[in-house]
């Protein structure tokens, strides 16, 4: 079981800023990736912006230019720096790991309980 804590969501205004942060717990797993994905009432979730154990990157359409994602290995911790917000981006964000236990040969992925993101004036 991995833990992972978000923080970071909230209301802001239209061009305004909001970084959310999620941190997973798990000594023991190794993670491959983290990313960020979102989902507005009647729309399917979407995966927002992702980084792999190899530093690549990944943004939906959307958002590219205005997002940033980040991550601290070390801490297993992961960024979503979001600039120039839209209504558009209102949303539930998630947090997702992909990884694997020691000794165990198939991936495993877990979720964030989900933070929600408003933009609004």
């Known amino acids: 079981q991995v833990r992972l804590v978000e923080s970071g969501g909230g209301l802001a205004e239209p061009g305004g800023s909001l970084r959310l942060c999620c941190a997973a717990?798990?000594?023991?797993?190794?993670?491959?990736?983290m990313g960020w994905y979102r989902q507005a009432p009647g729309r399917q979730r979407e995966l927002v912006a992702i980084?792999?154990?190899?530093?690549?990157?990944n943004y939906v359409d959307s958002v590219k230019g205005r997002f940033t994602i980040s991550r601290d290995n070390a801490k297993n911790t992961v960024y979503l720096q979001m600039n120039s917000l839209k209504p558009e981006d209102t949303a539930v964000y998630y947090c997702?790991?992909?990884?694997?236990?020691?000794?165990?040969?198939?991936?495993?992925?877990?979720w964030g309980q989900g933070t929600q993101v408003t933009v609004s004036s």
């Open positions: 980084m792999t154990d190899g530093g690549s990157t």
């Open positions: 997702n790991v992909l990884g694997y236990w020691a000794l165990t040969p198939r991936d495993y992925e877990y």
């Open positions: 717990s798990g000594s023991a797993f190794s993670i491959k990736s």
